[in-house]
């Protein structure tokens, strides 16, 4: 949506009023905007010190993933014993007849009142943790989530960065729908929770396993390629094979369908993710046409 350089004034007069911090900033040259009295635009230096303290880029930039996704993200950014809440939202401001690509920043310092029922520091941190893990984690499955996804996970961070070489596997269940309907969705899920395990089995601890939704999921190698790819492939069928066996009786074991999408020059962008994902989802149903 466009904004004219006195609707962002305005906008910014009046959440300084109920927020710590509200500055709009450009965030691929590292420049904060200023409105002058004139409506013109003048720069300076982008740092987050004026907030935490911080004089080089955030590994988790919030403005740079906002900047990059054209979407609205929120944050929690920890500094010792402060607590920030930092809200980025993409801005296209009208300036001198020509499109400004910015995004606006909302910082709120949180206060104590967030520390009820924690007693110390430890047990606070362990309430962060609970939370992020309840936000990132599929609950019935312990895969990560579908926002996980969105939010998190190309955002270069410390548990894991991609490289340029980056697999993805698109992956779903043969006749999920046949289980749930013969055998009830109670053993459904089961087979689901199963079927994560077994993927974790077979994967690296920096790799990601993200639930997309229903029995569909993606896997995410770094530092990977095709020939890895396949690997990891065969021995999720085989876990599977062994240890998804939803009917004994019978014989019946899960099966899947794989679909893989590599690049070796991977890029933290909305088009280079999507592609990847269409990729990989047109090879998995390539997959599902594969005789059984």
């Given at each position: 949506m466009e904004y004219t350089v006195e609707q962002i004034r305005q906008?910014?007069?009046?959440?300084?009023?109920?927020?710590?911090?509200?500055?709009?900033?450009?965030?691929?040259?590292?420049?904060?905007?200023?409105?002058?009295?004139?409506?013109?635009?003048?720069?300076?230096?982008?740092?987050?010190?004026?907030?935490?303290?911080?004089?080089?880029?955030?590994?988790?930039?919030?403005?740079?993933?906002?900047?990059?996704?054209?979407?609205?993200?929120?944050?929690?950014?920890?500094?010792?014993?402060?607590?920030?809440?930092?809200?980025?939202?993409?801005?296209?401001l009208v300036y001198q007849d020509a499109q400004v690509h910015c995004v606006l920043e909302i910082v709120s310092n949180i206060t104590d009142e967030v520390l009820l029922g924690a007693f110390g520091q430890n047990e606070f941190i362990d309430k962060i943790l609970a939370s992020e893990k309840r936000l990132?984690?599929?609950?019935?499955?312990?895969?990560?989530?579908?926002?996980?996804?969105?939010?998190?996970?190309?955002c270069h961070n410390d548990r894991v960065e991609l490289a340029d070489d980056v697999v993805f596997i698109m992956c779903d269940l043969k006749k999920f729908k046949d289980i749930n309907d013969t055998y009830g969705h109670e053993l459904g899920d089961w087979v689901l929770a199963h079927t994560v395990l077994a993927m974790q089995s077979c994967v690296r601890s920096e790799d990601s396993i993200i639930r997309m939704g229903g029995d569909e999921f993606l896997i995410v190698l770094s530092h990977s390629t095709p020939e890895v790819a396949a690997r990891v492939i065969r021995h999720i069928r085989l876990r599977m094979e062994q240890e998804v066996v939803y009917d004994s009786e019978h014989g019946k074991f899960a099966v899947a369908n794989f679909g893989v999408a590599y690049t070796h020059d991977f890029r933290d962008s909305a088009a280079c993710v999507d592609a990847l994902l269409k990729e990989a989802d047109r090879n998995m149903y390539t997959d599902k046409k594969q005789p059984v």
């Open positions: 906008a910014i007069t009046t959440l300084e009023q109920l927020f710590d911090l509200v500055r709009l900033v450009e965030p691929a040259g590292r420049h904060i905007l200023h409105i002058e009295s004139d409506d013109s635009l003048t720069h300076e230096p982008y740092y987050c010190y004026q907030v935490w303290h911080k004089r080089t880029r955030c590994t988790n930039c919030i403005s740079l993933r906002t900047y990059q996704l054209g979407r609205r993200l929120t944050k929690y950014e920890f500094v010792n014993k402060d607590i920030f809440q930092v809200t980025a939202i993409p801005i296209e990132f984690e599929d609950s019935l499955t312990k895969a990560y989530s579908r926002r996980y996804f969105d939010e998190h996970i190309f």
